[in-house]
């Protein structure tokens, strides 16, 4: 007699795990269409490439890829997704890895992606996440043109007289791309030395593009500046 309790609660556990996946917030699909209703929630360590979509707590899911949804937000974070189209480099930073791929081999592509806006502003700053925890980090100018920061990781072989020595991060070699992306795109309130010491990281990209805006257009653009 116990046992339809138990599949009752079961069934009552999973419906609860199931919603608990997802958080209130909004879509505007590819025609301009915003729907509300509960979006999965996503994971920390990588953009995702699809979303699941319910329009209530029990409806059915539907999957949107960037191709369908011009944006997707969170109603708990203040920060959104938007989709774009671009070029990125998306090949292993992993030593051990490379040391197996031909520069030739890389992984380029040009796709459609979701990424995740870290600073507003005249000038957008974004993050795309891949791969093993790595990031990319992507600009959007005033014309709405999206261009990923290059910050390529090369394996190059150094003879040591010895063998069966392992793969090390010294083989490992960093060509920043970015920065002669950066002295293409800002021709003035910055200098060749101001992109040349910028490391790759969220806090010096946001700082750089806030500073870059201030000069360009005063004081006042700091109301349009937003860090998430």
């Not at 209530?56 to 960037?66: S, Y």
């Not at 997707?72 to 938007?82: H, T």
């Not at 021709?187 to 010491?197: H, N, P, Q, S």
């Amino acid at each position: 007699m116990r046992i339809p309790f138990i599949l009752a609660g079961l069934v009552m556990f999973a419906i609860t795990a199931r919603a608990q996946k997802f958080e209130k917030g909004y879509v505007i699909k590819a025609n301009g269409d915003s729907i509300a209703g509960f979006i999965e929630k996503p994971n920390a360590k990588l953009t995702p490439s699809t979303i699941q979509f319910k329009s209530t707590e029990a409806g059915n899911t539907q999957t949107f890829t960037p191709k369908d949804i011009k944006k997707f937000k969170y109603d708990s974070n203040k920060a959104y997704f938007v989709s774009a189209t671009l070029k990125l480099d998306l090949t292993t930073q992993d030593p051990e890895k490379l040391s197996r791929i031909a520069i030739e081999s890389r992984d380029v592509r040009t796709d459609a992606v979701f990424l995740e806006l870290v600073q507003d502003g005249r000038l957008k700053l974004y993050k795309y996440l891949y791969g093993d925890e790595y990031v990319y980090y992507i600009i959007e100018d005033q014309a709405g043109v999206f261009t990923g920061m290059e910050n390529a990781h090369v394996y190059v072989e150094r003879s040591n007289g010895f063998s069966g020595v392992g793969v090390s991060t010294t083989n490992v070699k960093i060509i920043p791309v970015y920065k002669d992306q950066l002295e293409l795109m800002f021709t003035e309130c910055v200098t060749k030395a101001d992109i040349r010491k910028l490391s790759y990281t969220e806090s010096a990209f946001k700082k750089f593009l806030v500073n870059f805006q201030v000069c360009r257009y005063g004081d006042d653009v700091k109301k349009l500046i937003v860090a998430y």
